[in-house]
């Protein structure tokens, strides 16, 4: 890292964690769709990536941080709907 003046990815002073849900992230993305593909130009990696997390990745699949349940974007509408009714 120091050869190409790189800083590690981290939030707070010593603390790589902090990052383990973006890692995810990007291994599930990677895992399911970018290594499936070849990408001609950024910006069509750039317009089916946005359009997968967006159709898809938010969606339809069912994410294990939220315990299996429904997609975010369910899941949002669930935790609105809690904090309306309280």
């Known amino acids: 890292m120091k050869q190409f003046k790189m800083k590690p990815s981290r939030s707070r ?3 790589y964690w ?3 849900p973006m890692e995810s992230f990007f291994g599930t993305l990677k ?3 970018v290594h499936h593909r070849k990408y001609h130009t ?3 990696a750039t317009a ?3 359009e997968h997390i967006k159709t898809f990745y938010n ?3 069912r994410h294990a941080s939220l ?3 429904p997609p975010p974007a ?5 935790y609105i709907r809690q904090q309306e009714a309280a």
């Open 13 to 15: 002073e010593g603390n």
């Open 59 to 61: 969606r339809q699949r």
């Open 31 to 33: 895992r399911e769709l």
């Open 67 to 69: 315990g299996n349940l």
């Open 18 to 20: 902090d990052n383990a």
């Open 74 to 78: 369910a899941y949002w509408k669930k």
């Open 42 to 44: 950024r910006q069509e």
């Open 48 to 50: 089916e990536i946005s």
